[in-house]
């Protein structure tokens, strides 16, 4: 047997007659930058995420620079974030010119931790960037405390968490704004990139609007140097004919990792996912730690099971940020879950064998 970490064609196979029409509709109109399919999306997101405003984006990228960049972040600001994320988080904190400020995560849910945040919090603490890493939100509720008291912005990058809940509430609705990506091994993904910053504030949100189209209002008077952040029609045509799935989508990711968790209850060694009873997690990934994971990578490997390091190396110890200072043992849980977490086939449709397959060969490399 062989089991991908992920198989979009399995998805693309089950929406192929939905989508090719839906993009012969864009190449028809030959309406190519904006128009109605991506103000369908937006809308359909707003809603989706119980939001307000959405704003298009040309990635989940540049969906987190637009943002920074409409809080006019930049020279000489703090931005506080973690250091267990994809490069995107803090790659756009440097970008605007500000300076990434890191924060230890929870070893149990990988999520910044809410604790260390206060004494992270100077004069220039711009924003807080939590990541909802994996499809769990972090804990939201004391980091808008911390933020709150100082009037700090909240940017949510909620890029692996589109339809996730905290207490009830939606990834994206909490704070000053959420981000999502569409590149396509989200669990909402496009036929390239795209992304999405959604918002309950209408200056802010007006705001994105302008920074994504050059900040031109009217065009070709600028009002903000801002970029080319659009988000392509013909994604928005794809993105709108998945969108309908995607709850269910989030329910076989669920019953998968539900699955899983049976499989390797009382297994020694093996740390299954921590979900606080609060959260609604949509298993962006099913990551486990193991003492010995290079040997468990080598042995699924072995098998043609689909395994990754998400990620393999924290961003304070990245070449790129060594002018920032951390160094080997700032972080201490962020360094540890990078060496002992994997992440293995969560996609909704693996079948029962394939999961089968994939536990009993993680206990055998055990
Ligand atoms: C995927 C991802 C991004 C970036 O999204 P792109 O669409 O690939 O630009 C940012 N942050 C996190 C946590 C991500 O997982």
Redesign the pocket.
């Known amino acids: 047997m062989e089991v991908p970490l992920l198989d979009l064609k399995a998805q693309y196979a089950t929406l192929r007659d939905e989508i090719r029409p839906a993009i012969d509709e864009v190449l028809d109109s030959q309406q190519c930058i904006g128009g109605p399919k991506v103000t369908e999306l937006e809308k359909a997101v707003a809603a989706y995420s119980k939001c307000k405003f959405a704003i298009g984006a040309s990635?989940?990228?540049?969906a987190?620079l637009n943002a920074l960049m409409s809080l006019d972040i930049g020279p000489g600001d703090e931005v506080i974030t973690t250091p267990y994320?994809?490069f995107?988080?803090a790659g756009c904190i440097a970008r605007t010119g500000a300076t990434p400020v890191f924060v230890d995560i929870d070893p149990k849910t990988y999520n910044i931790n809410p604790k260390l945040i206060p004494a992270a919090i100077t004069d220039k603490t711009k924003a807080i960037i939590p990541?909802h890493?994996y499809g769990q939100m972090a804990d939201m509720d004391p980091i808008l405390a911390a933020a709150c008291d100082r009037q700090i912005a909240v940017v949510e990058?909620a890029?692996?968490s589109i339809g996730s809940e905290y207490r009830g509430k939606k990834a994206g609705s909490m704070g000053t704004c959420g981000c999502f990506?569409?590149?396509p091994s989200?669990n909402l993904g496009g036929v390239g990139?795209?992304?999405m910053i959604v918002s309950n504030d209408a200056a802010f949100a007006e705001r994105c609007t302008i920074m994504r189209n050059h900040g031109s209002k009217p065009k070709y008077f600028h009002k903000y140097i801002g970029g080319n952040f659009r988000l392509d029609p013909i994604q928005a045509a794809a993105l709108i004919v998945k969108l309908k799935y995607l709850p269910e989508w989030h329910e076989g990711r669920r019953a998968n990792a539900a699955y899983y968790d049976r499989k390797f209850e009382g297994v020694d060694g093996i740390v299954t996912p921590y979900i606080e009873p609060w959260n609604y997690t949509i298993y962006n990934q099913y990551v486990i730690r193991v003492p010995n994971r290079d040997r468990v990578m080598a042995h699924l490997k072995e098998k043609k099971i689909g395994c990754e390091v998400y990620y393999p190396l924290p961003l304070h110890v990245q070449e790129c940020f060594a002018y920032l200072g951390y160094r080997e043992g700032s972080m201490p849980e962020a360094e540890k879950a990078a060496k002992q977490t994997v992440a293995l086939p969560i996609y909704p449709e693996l079948t029962d064998e394939m999961k089968d397959y994939v536990a009993a060969s993680v206990i055998e490399a055990l």
């Open positions: 990635s989940g990228t540049d987190i994320t994809f995107a988080t990541v890493l990058d890029a692996q990506s569409f590149f989200k990139d795209g992304g």
